[in-house]
């Protein structure tokens, strides 16, 4: 009898897993979150969706505002289901204070709310990222293995795209939490890269073992003697590691992540300006180039922030996206292909998977 009984649950899990698969992604979004609210986000869930005729949305926001773009839009409007909110969260709100004035009222709560329901697949806001994580942990819990979640990054690289985290959710970390972060992030890694085991390494002073603050050595000893089946562990890595590729994943904790986060995207503005004042300086530059400008085309298109937009929060019971507050419409349209990616290819049951084989990576 229990032999039927194990039968049978499997075979409802398979057929439960099957019918996930089959139907639409569906994506829920705060469409007023943002420097730029709606009139970024709209748009940019149609550019998603001719991309994935196939998605469908729940978006919540003012209905004054929303509501006319849809209707500039009819296949998103037809793909959609719309629900007016009164409140929106502000870019400025302190988490504390948006988690008690904005749950169950505003768009961000909303849509968030809509995956622990299973109404959606996926959650996207560009709104006050830690107003975003103090709702998501609320609302959607942490995993069990999982002490805190953490945000990762796809960023470009000399070999093409590597993933960071945590560039932002949380400061500091023992080496259990380094660990953890080490499978997230090779989960995520799994799904973006197509890859059975990514390259992870942790990011230090050196890549000598015996640099370093001790979590980090220990974190690496534990990675190292491990040597896990789901994910290659490389080592420790440098910041000059990071942009080279060196490897697919690089494991940081979030106040370390997100300083490097913002150097990079600033020293890429900076590289911008330093180019575009110097080819304007002469003839022979503005010359120069008119006939390098396919080099310089491709350039700005590997450095544009909104080909590699969209932040994925890890170690929830469901999947958050944020997108950056001042993405144009391509870079929302980049957030929510990666939310779909994220849904598509069951990012919270690969996690599920990996963390279930690693027995080691438990919050201490």
């Known amino acids: ?138 609302c959607l819990k942490t995993m069990p293995q999982v002490e805190r979640p953490a945000i990762a990054a796809i960023w470009p690289t000399v070999r093409g795209e590597s993933i960071v985290l945590d560039v932002g959710a949380s400061i500091g970390a023992d080496a259990s939490h380094y660990v953890n972060l080490a499978v997230l992030g090779a989960a995520m890694a799994r799904i973006v890269f197509d890859m059975e085991r990514p390259g992870v390494g942790l990011l230090n002073v050196g890549r000598e073992e015996i640099k370093g603050i001790e979590a980090v050595k220990e974190a690496g000893r534990t990675l190292r003697e491990a040597n896990l089946p789901n994910l290659d562990y490389r080592g420790f890595v440098e910041g000059d590691d990071i942009g080279k590729g060196t490897v697919d994943v690089v494991v940081t904790e979030g106040f370390t992540g997100n300083i490097a986060l913002k150097t990079a995207e600033g020293t890429a503005k900076q590289i911008g300006e330093y180019l575009r004042s110097a080819m304007g300086r002469t003839w022979r530059a503005k010359l120069g180039y008119l006939l390098a400008r396919p080099a310089f085309d491709a350039l700005r298109a590997k450095m544009d922030p909104s080909r590699a937009n969209g932040g994925v929060f890890l170690g929830l019971e469901g999947v958050v996206i944020k997108s950056h507050g001042g993405a144009d419409v391509k870079g929302v349209a980049a957030a929510i292909d990666i939310a779909y990616d994220m849904a598509h290819y069951q990012l919270m049951r690969t996690i599920r998977d990996m963390l279930d084989e690693t027995p080691i990576a438990t919050a201490s």
């Open 1 to 138: 009898m229990q032999d039927s009984t194990a039968t049978n649950a499997r075979d409802a899990g398979r057929a439960a897993q099957r019918a996930a698969e089959a139907r639409p992604v569906r994506i829920a979004i705060d469409a007023m979150g943002g420097d730029h609210g709606p009139e970024v986000v709209i748009p940019g869930a149609a550019m998603a969706l001719q991309r994935h005729p196939q998605m469908r949305f729940v978006i919540y926001g003012d209905a004054a505002q929303v509501e006319p773009l849809l209707d500039g839009h009819p296949a998103l409007k037809a793909a959609s289901a719309f629900t007016h909110t009164d409140v929106s969260i502000k870019m400025d709100e302190k988490p504390s204070q948006a988690l008690r004035l904005g749950r169950y009222k505003s768009s961000m709560w909303r849509a968030i709310q809509a995956v622990r329901d299973d109404e959606a697949d996926a959650c996207l806001s560009a709104g006050n990222t830690g107003a975003l994580m103090a709702m998501s942990m609320f």
